[in-house]
Each structure stands twice: as C-alpha cells, then as structure tokens.
C-alpha cells in the first residue's frame, strides 16, 4: 500500500506512528499548532515489558536509557515542612522515566527527513471523499490525503472536526492540574516532596542534571471543567490560599513562568476510534490524565497502528486489526480507578487515611502490589518480518 498521510500532532504519539509509517514507505505529513517543537515539560514513563519492546524494536531503548532521569522517590510533608511519609520511586515512576521534549525529539530524529513536519500551523476542515480526505489548514494550501492520523492530544482537533464534539467523548473528573517552571532556590534535587490540603495537593521537584531550576505542580479539586488562561494565576491564589510550607512561593512563581501546564483531568471514551479514512492515536482516542501510562500506550499503539497498515494494505482492515488489538489494552491502561483521589483527597478523614496507609510499610506493600504502573500488554505482532 503507498499512500499520503498526515499525521496532527507532534507530542509523542504522531512522531513515533510517523517514524514508522515512512519506514514502511509510506508518504508522511506531521501538522502541529505549536510554532516549534516544545522545549521543557515533564519527565513520561514507559513501564512493562510491552512498552520497552516496541521501544527497543524502534532501535530507541538504549538511547532513551542514556537520557533517563533515573526516577525519583516521593516525600510528603506537614505544613511545617516535616516529612509524613515516603515513597519508593517505583511507585509513582515506571521501568524507564525520560523528559517528554527529549523522547519527542528522538523520534523525529528516528523519521529524518523521511518525514515532512510542518510546525505553527493546524488543521480546519476534513473533507472525506471516495479516495481521501480534502484537508484544510489555518495557514497553508488545502491539500489531499489518502489518510489522516489525528495524534494530536485530549483536545483533539481531528477528532472535533471529524467524530463528536469534545463534550461527548471527555468525561471531566472533578479535578484541575497544573505545572510550572521556576528557580530552584531550594536546592532540592532528585525528588518530588508534596504537601496536601484536602482537596489539593501543592509539589515541588527538582532533576539533578539541572540544578537551578526546579518544577512546581499543583492539583486541585474543582467544579469548574475549563480556567480561562487569563485567570489560572488567580483562581490558584483562591484555591490555595492561606497554605503553608511553600505554597505562597510555588504560587507567586506562577506568573513569571516560562513553561505551563494547566489542564482538566479527564478520561477520553470513544465508540469507535475510526471515521472512515480517518483514525484517531493516542491521548485522541484513549487519553487519561495522570494515568502515568499515556506516553508508552501512544507507542505501542503507533506501532500497530502503523505495522497493520503495512501489513494488509487496506485503511479498512487496517484500523478495524488496531482497534482490535489495541483497544482492550487502552482500557486497563486507563484504569477504573481515579488517581487524583488519591493524590489530593477532598474530606480530612480520607486524607488522614490515606497517610496512615501509605505512612505504614503493609500499605505501601498493597499500594505496590495492586497500583502498580506496568499493565499486561497485547501480544505485538512482529510486523517488520511481514512488511520490511
């Protein structure tokens, strides 16, 4: 099968099925809104043996490996700033943590110039037709495609303009999250120490290969589903007001920060993750925040996304062959359970059962033994010894 196919989205997910959609000879158009690529952001975790397979089938796991942020342990601390409990850096992180910008930037390093990439520009309008898809874009010339990828996150574009609107298919959780940059003018180093209010939690971490900077997080309960950007600084002050330990200075770095983020907390449900000639990858079609498991789920499923397409030669068979082995996967990735309550609980009863719990070595044991990051896989089918 040679086609043309854009892929929206340039995170993790429409890289990584770009990487492998031109290494089967396929004709390959990355769109992203953002005017470059993005510097910065978090560390992603890839965990189980599912993740690391297709990561070293990509000739990537090594790489990924050298740039690793080793994981770090969790501590959360009183108002006062004593330590209440701890946590391994196996429970909060996976088999391999790796900044976001860096595994990003690989995987467009891994497609070359195989791959057009088109940065500052969007998608508008899908129009299907009999043979492809007539795509419009804010910026360039309308253009023809034989098949589109929406990759482009949990405010999907393709997924709006060509499935439903965001409302039908992202269920919002009840909780906002954010992140940001800022000095590390309190040399903390190679950990996440946290402090929790009921119904919020306020964090801090700093990575040891960049000392002077440091990332604050925030996650709060909330009512309201969307904080126009014009008012996050002040609806945190409002939610967080009156905190101690070092809340009053995470808050008052806010504004001056160079990298934000600052989002719902939601679980993307779909029907179906196809629309004709156009398919829907990653957090588009399964996303679910602070899951943990979204980046190497984005993987996994670009490779099967990619490898079937590859293999039968037909976007029909194709989509419903990744549907089928991918699905089932995506929804014990997502998990029935709702990590946010946990990390910041809402009644001071839960939150004070929640320390005991994770304060005593048996709770931290069954948190291990049944919140564990890594879940069963598919069994990958090994697609380069059809198709390369």
Known sequence: MS??????????????????????????????????????????????PTHLTVLERMGLLTELRSRATGGRPSRFVDGGGRT?????????????????????GALRDRGG????????????????????????????????????????????????????????????????????????????????????????????????RVPAQADAYALFASPEAVVPRDDRHQVLQRVYAGQRWLVPELLAAFPAATDVYFDAVARVQLPSWTAGRIVLLGDAACGATLSGLGTGL?????????????????????????????????????????????????????????????????GRALAMRFGGKAVPGPDLPDYAADTL
Do not use: K
């Not at 419903?320 to 009644?347: F, K």
């Open 84 to 104: 209440i409990f701890r946590l391994p850096a196996e429970f909060t992180g996976g088999d391999l943590e790796v900044p976001r910008a860096e595994v990003s």
């Open 298 to 362: 984005a993987v996994v499923s670009a490779y099967v996304l990619a490898g079937e397409l590859a293999r039968t030669g037909d976007h029909e068979r194709a989509f419903a062959e990744y549907e089928r082995i991918v699905r089932p996967y995506a929804q014990r990735c997502q998990g029935e359970g709702h990590p946010a309550r946990l990390l910041a609980p809402t009644g001071r009863a839960a939150l004070r059962l929640r320390d005991l719990v994770l304060g005593s070595a048996t």
């Open 3 to 48: 086609a043309t196919i854009l892929v929206s989205g340039a995170s993790v997910a429409g890289p990584a099925v770009a990487y492998w959609l031109a290494r089967y000879g396929f004709e390959v158009t990355v769109v992203e809104i953002a005017a470059a690529p993005r510097e910065g952001g978090y560390a992603v975790d890839f965990s189980g």
């Open 113 to 208: 110039d195989r791959v057009e990439y088109v940065f500052g520009d969007t998608v508008t309008a899908l129009e299907q037709t009999t043979d492809g898809v007539l795509v419009s874009f804010r910026d360039a010339p309308a253009r023809r495609f034989d098949l589109v990828i929406g990759a482009d996150g949990m405010h999907s574009t393709v997924r709006r303009l060509a499935f439903a609107p965001e409302h039908a298919c992202v269920s919002y959780l009840g909780y906002q999250v954010a992140g940001w940059d800022l000095p590390n003018q309190w040399d903390v180093r190679g950990e996440l120490v946290f402090h929790n209010r009921p119904g919020t939690l306020a964090g801090l971490s700093g990575d040891a």
